[in-house]
Each structure stands twice: as structure tokens, then as C-alpha cells.
T-cell receptor, first 112, second 115 residues
Framework: QKEVEQNSGPLSVPEGAIASLNCTYS??????FFWYRQYSGKSPELIMF????GDKEDGRFTAQLNKASQYVSLLIRDSQPSDSATYLC????????????FGSGTQLTVLP | GAGVSQSPRYKVAKRGQDVALRCDPI?????LFWYQQALGQGPEFLTY????????KSGLPSDRFFAERPEGSVSTLKIQRTQQEDSAVYLC?????????????FGSGTQLSVL
């Protein structure tokens, strides 16, 4: 079992819709969770981080964390074509020296 | 500099050649990470420096991989006797260091192709 699992997609949503991206992790001791966006041929860019159970909102983005179920999700409201990218879920695994463990990413396409 | 700088942007090597990849982090950033990203996959951790100290090298896939950061700023990832399976994008990231929410800034990466 991979430490961080994501549905690879591709996920397609129409412009203006809500895109929902999901991620599960295997290490119950993980405390820090991150969502990165990666455009094709570009480097990852941090868009959200979350530590506590519940929701964290930042503009059109909402991160949700449920430690009991070991999942973290990212909602993108009012999706725009410019949101089309691969979204990477990342976790700092307990006992590690602060490095991020990434999932394989979910490819999102927002259709105009 | 304004961001993390990596060079070269592209590198083509013949199998068996040695390569050196350079990372120039954001000035003042204590932490520096190297990741390897295969096509269609997420980045895989290779090694981590705090200043000049290499605190974790557990992700280096073999003893052909070596990284250094002698003065706590610029870092070099060296791959000896390159193999085809080494073909990937090598990403460098830096952060201020400390705290759970530290933001990692990634460079544009070096795309290595081993023929």
C-alpha cells in the first residue's frame, strides 16, 4: 500500500462547477497535510496546508481533513479553465525528517 | 535570487556517464530538498539538508547518487554511471526551515534523459 493515494483521474468538470479531489494516507501518525498544484512542465506550487480536523478555506479553495478516516480532500469552487492542472496531495509522515511524501496526483481538466 | 534556480534545465547523457545537477536555493533558506519525479508520478524524496548538514539521504536510490551542500547554500546532486532508469525530472526545493507549515519553494527542475 502506498503511503499517499490519489485517484489519478483524469477528472473533468465544467467551468463554474465544484471540483472535488480526494487523498488517503496510511500513516495514522501524520500531522501535516498539503495540496500542491502542478501545471504541465512546471514545478509544484503550494496552494493549501492543513493540520487540524475540519475545513480550511482560502478563496475558492477549501481543504478538508478527517484524521479518523485518514483522508484529506480539496474542493475548488467556481472552477476556471486556469485551474486545469495536476493536483498533488502531500503528507509529512511521522518519524520523517520533515520531507513531504507525495501522492501520484490527480489530473483536473476544467472545460470552458 | 527571486526563486530557486536549477541548472541545467535539460540534460541528455549517455548511459554510463556521470552528471551533476545544480540547485541555487532562495537566499537565507535553511532547508533544501531534492526530489525525483518520473513522468505521470508525484515527486519522490531523495535527500534533505539543513544548512550544510545532510540530515536524511534515505531516498537516494543507490550509491551512484550523491548530494552535497558544502557551504549551506548551493547544492549539487551527482549521479555516477547513469542508467536509463535514472531518466526523470530532478526537483530541488528550499524553505526557511522550522515549523510544520513551512512553505516549500520548488525550482523548475532538471529533466535528465539517459540514452
Amino acid at each position: 500500500q502506498k503511503e499517499v493515494e490519489q485517484n489519478s483521474g483524469p477528472l473533468s468538470v465544467p467551468e463554474g462547477a465544484i471540483a472535488s479531489l480526494n487523498c488517503t494516507y496510511s500513516d495514522r501518525g501524520s500531522q501535516s497535510f498539503f495540496w500542491y498544484r502542478q501545471y504541465s512542465g512546471k514545478s509544484p506550487e503550494l496552494i493549501m496546508f492543513i493540520y487540524s480536523n475540519g475545513d480550511k478555506e482560502d478563496g475558492r479553495f477549501t481543504a478538508q481533513l478527517n484524521k479518523a478516516s485518514q483522508y484529506v480532500s480539496l474542493l475548488i469552487r467556481d472552477s476556471q479553465p486556469s485551474d486545469s492542472a495536476t493536483y498533488l496531495c502531500a503528507v509529512i509522515v511521522s518519524g520523517s525528517a520533515r520531507q513531504l511524501t507525495f501522492g501520484s496526483g490527480t489530473q483536473l481538466t476544467v472545460l470552458p | 535570487g527571486a526563486g530557486v534556480s536549477q541548472s541545467p534545465r535539460y540534460k541528455v547523457a549517455k548511459r554510463g556517464q556521470d552528471v551533476a545537477l545544480r540547485c541555487d536555493p532562495i537566499s537565507g533558506h535553511v532547508s533544501l530538498f531534492w526530489y525525483q519525479q518520473a513522468l505521470g508520478q508525484g515527486p519522490e524524496f531523495l535527500t534533505y539538508f539543513q544548512n550544510e548538514a545532510q540530515l536524511d539521504k534515505s531516498g537516494l536510490p543507490s550509491d551512484r547518487f550523491f548530494a552535497e551542500r558544502p557551504e549551506g547554500s548551493v547544492s549539487t546532486l551527482k549521479i555516477q554511471r547513469t542508467q536509463q532508469e535514472d531518466s526523470a525530472v530532478y526537483l530541488c526545493a528550499s524553505s526557511l526551515g522550522g515549523g510544520k507549515g513551512e512553505k516549500l519553494f520548488f525550482g523548475s527542475g532538471t529533466q535528465l534523459s539517459v540514452l
